[in-house]
Structure formats: structure tokens, C-alpha cells
């Protein structure tokens, strides 16, 4: 059984979507501030956290720098409506996913259970290689050179899906649908993920020359 923490200092939105992901088949924690979840993903390992950014203390955001610099453990953002610029935020410092307050607690639950499902997921390739860069389906580890590259569920996911198809250019509605499984969302979220891969697989991640942007298009992988 997958174990989630929540944390959301909402003693209502708390209950509600733990009974959710319960009976989604999920074993769920419980957490009401940023201090206590630390403690617990430390001492626990969670297989993923449901994250409020609104937070007393230690907010949303410093919750997820500090659980990225040593897990990779996938996380999923509360945030209210408008917030776009810490929903960015928190997709830069490395959240998988994100759903807006006020929200379904059924679809929440369903994209726990998307991110969990990528996440423990063997893609249909064994390894994938370009140049210094290797791609280990079955151990979901990437390296550049002999350094392994500290990816999330969502990066891993769109690197190897870039490099599985090197030379075709997508819209990032395409990559919304084909990466994360959306039927629609918000697609500066390619954006933020396509940033973070550059700045780890890129010699000069301001002058890329493995992922190129095609102007009025999207993006583009060009093999090494």
C-alpha cells in the first residue's frame, strides 16, 4: 500500500482528502504544518506528498525545497486560484503536479494516483542514450557523464519522452497530454519542467543545444 502524507493546515480539506485517497487504496498521514512534515517524510519516506503552500511557519514552498534536497519523492501542490506565480514557484523547486483550491477531492485523488502510477511505472524502453547521457528505465536513474542527475517523477518522464523521439518538434499541449496525461492544464508548466532539464543536461542551459525551443511551436530534442 502506497503511503501519502498530506499536509494542509485545513482541518476540513485534511479529512476530506484522506477519506478520498482511502478509499482509493492509499495509506494516508496527516500533517498541519510545514515543521511536522518534515519530521515525518524524514523519518517515514512517503511514496507521496499532497503539499498546501499556504502553510503557518514554514510554508508550502520551503516544505518542497527542503524535501528536494534529498528525495525525489513526488509531490503534489494545493494552491488557491490566482496564485500563479507560486504555483510556478513551486513547479521550479520541483512539484510533479499541481490542483487549483477550490477543488474536487476526486480529482485529486486521481492525479495522486496519476503521479503514483508514472512514478512506479517501467517505461517500454530499457535504456535510452545520447552521448553522456543514459537513461535507466528499470532503476528510473539518469547520469550525465559518470554524475547521476537528481530527476523528478515528472522530469525523468519528460526527458526520456524527448529522447525517445529526438528530431520532432511538440506544442506544449502536446507534452501536457503525452507526459503528465492531461486533457488540458496550465501549459507554463512544460515550461518550468523543459528550465529545469536544461539547467542538468545542458553544457549552457541559456544557450541550449539538446532541447530547442521552436518558435511558435514548442520544443524540440536534438541528439548530441
Known amino acids: 500500500m502506497t503511503k501519502v502524507l498530506v ?27 510545514g515543521e511536522d512534515a518534515l519530521a515525518w517524510a524524514a523519518e517515514h519516506k512517503p511514496d507521496l506528498v499532497v503539499l498546501d503552500l499556504m502553510l503557518p511557519g514554514i510554508d508550502g514552498l520551503e516544505v518542497c525545497r527542503r524535501l528536494r534536497q534529498t528525495s525525489a519523492v513526488p509531490v503534489v501542490m494545493l494552491t488557491a486560484l490566482g496564485e500563479e ?29 496519476s503521479v503514483l502510477r508514472r512514478a512506479g511505472t517501467v517505461p517500454a524502453f530499457e535504456e535510452l542514450v545520447d552521448g553522456d547521457l543514459r537513461l535507466d528505465a528499470t532503476a528510473r536513474r539518469a547520469t550525465r557523464g559518470h554524475v547521476a542527475l537528481s530527476l523528478t517523477t515528472r522530469e525523468f518522464d519528460l526527458l526520456a519522452f524527448f529522447l525517445a523521439h529526438p528530431g520532432e518538434a511538440f506544442t506544449r499541449e502536446q507534452l501536457l497530454e503525452k507526459v503528465w496525461g492531461w486533457d488540458f492544464g496550465d501549459q507554463s508548466t512544460v515550461t518550468v519542467h523543459v528550465r529545469r532539464l536544461r539547467e542538468k543536461i545542458e553544457t549552457t542551459p541559456a544557450k541550449p543545444t539538446r532541447i530547442a525551443t521552436v518558435w511558435g511551436v514548442g520544443y524540440r530534442y536534438d541528439r548530441a
Open 7 to 33: 499536509v494542509d493546515d485545513d482541518l476540513t480539506v485534511r479529512d476530506v482528502v484522506r477519506r478520498y485517497l482511502e478509499l482509493a487504496g492509499h495509506e494516508v498521514a496527516l500533517a498541519d504544518n
Open 85 to 113: 506565480e507560486n504555483r510556478i514557484a513551486g513547479l521550479q523547486l520541483g512539484a510533479d503536479d499541481y490542483v487549483t483550491k477550490p477543488f474536487s477531492p476526486r480529482e485529486l485523488a486521481l492525479r495522486v494516483s
